[in-house]
């Protein structure tokens, strides 16, 4: 895997700082720049990177904030302790993020860590958003049932300046 320059120079400047441990980039944005990229287990130094896939534009993150500050990962969370189904799916998508992960590479002191609160919770939309974006309709059902709550986010143009 590799990722071109001119994506981490876009990735830097949406993150004010320059991107560590990139492999990819994991979904784009409709206007094309990067939006969530997909990490090293581990960066350069050793330690182990908090998440397999993270969301870079700062638009997508400003409008997954204002879903978390309005209340929806106690909306649904309470979907999750009510619904089996739900649980069983989220589950699953804990196993599909450590199987990705564990893909690239092992981290023994991660074993059944993945992200966002999986499976037990929902603690963080911008990991399983990033997680739902990154892969497939399906995959992750609380990153889906939160996208579908997303605005637009990509309206009013690019989240960096045009090059």
């Not at 978390?68 to 739900?86: H, I, V």
């Amino acid at each position: 895997m590799g990722v071109e320059q001119a994506d981490l120079d876009i990735i830097a400047e949406q993150l004010q700082r320059a991107p560590r441990g990139v492999r990819a980039v994991a979904f784009r944005c409709p206007c094309a720049n990067p939006a969530v990229i997909e990490n090293d287990p581990r960066l350069a130094d050793g330690e182990p990177f908090p998440t397999l896939f993270y969301a870079t534009c700062p638009k997508l993150n400003a409008a997954i904030g204002t879903l978390e500050g309005a209340g929806l990962m106690k909306e649904l969370e309470a979907q999750l302790a009510a619904d089996p189904a739900l649980k069983a799916s989220y589950e699953l998508a804990h196993q599909d993020y450590l199987n990705r992960r564990n893909a690239i590479e092992v981290l023994p002191e991660k074993l059944e860590f993945s992200a966002g609160g999986m499976p037990e919770r929902v603690k963080c939309l911008h990991a399983l958003i990033a997680h739902s974006l990154a892969t497939a309709p399906g995959v992750n059902p609380i990153g889906d049932l939160a996208i579908t709550q997303l605005p637009n986010w990509w309206q009013g143009g690019s989240c960096v300046e045009q090059r």
